[in-house]
Every structure is written in C-alpha cells, then in structure tokens.
C-alpha cells in the first residue's frame, strides 16, 4: 500500500452514492507536502515524455497541477467552467458532465494559451466516468496539441471512465485506484499496482 492509500484510508470517508471524500487532505484543505510527493511521483511516471504544459479544469485539480508543474518546471492552464469577461480572443470549449455535481458544464481554454508545438500532460484529482477528461482530450486535439500522459490522483475502477481512456490509447496513471467502498463500515479497497520507487519520495 503506497502513502496516498494509507491517506485516503486515515481521513478519506465512505459515503452513499460511491461517494469518496478526501476533502481534509486533498480537495478543499490541501495537504501540500503530500501534494509533493503526488508530484515527485507524476513526474517519475512521465520522466520519458516531452511534456512542456500541464492541463487540468478548475477547480480541484488546479492546486495539485501547480505542484506538479514545478516538478516538471512548465506552465500550468486550466479550463474555467464559466466565461468571464477576462477571456479574450477565441476559445476552445467542451462540454464535461460532472460525477460530483450531476450536472453538465461547458469549459472554456483561451486559444492563445494550446498550440500545435504544445506537448501535454494532463493532471486531475478524481476520474469517475471520464467526461470531464475526454471533454479536456477533446480541447488539446483541437488545439493541434498532443496528450503526452494523463496523470489522477484517485481513480474509480468500478467506473467506467479508466477503461474507456485507456481503450483510446492514452498513457494514464492512476495513484490510488479504488475497485470497491462500503459505506456501512467505511472499508475502501484498492486494486494492487506495481510498489512506488519511494527513492524517488
């Protein structure tokens, strides 16, 4: 069992619904020296792909892109879920369904901030049913970009969306993947993944 699935089974809580909250350490009070280690493991994951843009969609995955931005040294953009008169220009947009939220939201990317030379790794807390990932493939390939790697904190593998990204052939890598959670007693159970290099830690 690597750190972050010894977190999510300190202070992550089982609610109905296959509802998994973690938001003491990880989505609404952030941990940030774990948050460096989530990092330091994304980054040894990626090391071989040409990565020079992290991507990710406001707003839980913007804190834990920023850590791992500066373990890869770029720049970090988010797509916004609303239009602000602070975009200018043209923009990418895709339309995600929030798991979380049930509810349908459209995301917006200045098209100045994607370009074809971009190499891009993208980066969010949770993947559920995957809308919200192939809403932010979707904006990289109109962009002329490529998705190097996509990188979750928290995967539900008794959700559909894992399969459906790693069908479409994409590189993704999943911390901590949850195939089972009992709300009665609280017992989170993870699939078994190869052992972190915890040199790398």
Same mark, same amino acid.
């Given at each position: 069992?690597? &750190?972050?699935?010894? /977190?999510?089974?300190?202070?992550?809580?089982?609610?109905?619904?296959?509802?998994? $909250?973690?938001?003491? #350490?990880? !989505?609404?009070?952030?941990?940030?020296?774990?948050?460096? *280690?989530?990092? $330091?493991?994304?980054? /040894?994951?990626?090391?071989?792909?040409? +990565?020079?843009?992290? @991507?990710?969609?406001?707003?839980?995955?913007?804190? +834990?892109? %920023?850590?791992?931005? /500066?373990?890869?040294?770029?720049?970090?953009? &988010?797509?916004?879920?609303?239009?602000?008169?602070?975009?200018?220009?043209?923009?990418?947009?895709?339309?995600?369904?929030?798991?979380?939220?049930? %509810?349908?939201?459209?995301?917006?990317?200045?098209?100045?901030?994607?370009?074809?030379?971009?190499?891009?790794?993208?980066?969010?807390? #949770?993947?559920?049913?995957? %809308?919200?990932? *192939?809403?932010?493939?979707?904006?990289?390939?109109?962009?002329?970009?490529?998705?190097?790697?996509?990188? +979750? @904190?928290?995967?539900?593998?008794?959700?559909?969306?894992?399969?459906? +990204? /790693?069908?479409?052939?994409?590189?993704?890598?999943?911390?901590?993947?949850?195939?089972?959670?009992?709300?009665?007693?609280?017992?989170?159970? &993870?699939?078994?993944?190869?052992?972190? !290099?915890?040199?790398?830690?």
């Amino acid at each position: 069992m690597n &750190f972050l699935e010894e /977190r999510i089974i300190k202070d992550g809580i089982v609610k109905e619904g296959n509802v998994l $909250k973690v938001d003491s #350490f990880l !989505n609404h009070q952030m941990d940030i020296a774990l948050f460096d *280690q989530i990092g $330091k493991e994304f980054k /040894r994951r990626f090391a071989k792909e040409k +990565i020079n843009k992290i @991507v990710t969609v406001e707003a839980s995955g913007i804190g +834990i892109a %920023c850590i791992v931005a /500066r373990h890869f040294n770029v720049p970090v953009v &988010f797509a916004k879920k609303s239009k602000s008169i602070n975009i200018e220009g043209e923009m990418y947009v895709a339309e995600v369904e929030s798991f979380t939220h049930k %509810c349908k939201n459209q995301v917006i990317v200045s098209k100045k901030f994607l370009n074809p030379e971009d190499h891009v790794l993208i980066i969010d807390d #949770f993947l559920a049913n995957g %809308c919200a990932l *192939q809403g932010l493939i979707s904006i990289v390939n109109e962009a002329g970009a490529s998705v190097e790697g996509i990188g +979750i @904190v928290i995967e539900k593998g008794f959700q559909s969306g894992g399969q459906i +990204i /790693r069908n479409l052939g994409y590189h993704l890598e999943s911390l901590a993947i949850v195939d089972a959670m009992d709300a009665s007693t609280g017992k989170v159970t &993870f699939r078994e993944q190869p052992e972190w !290099n915890s040199e790398q830690l």
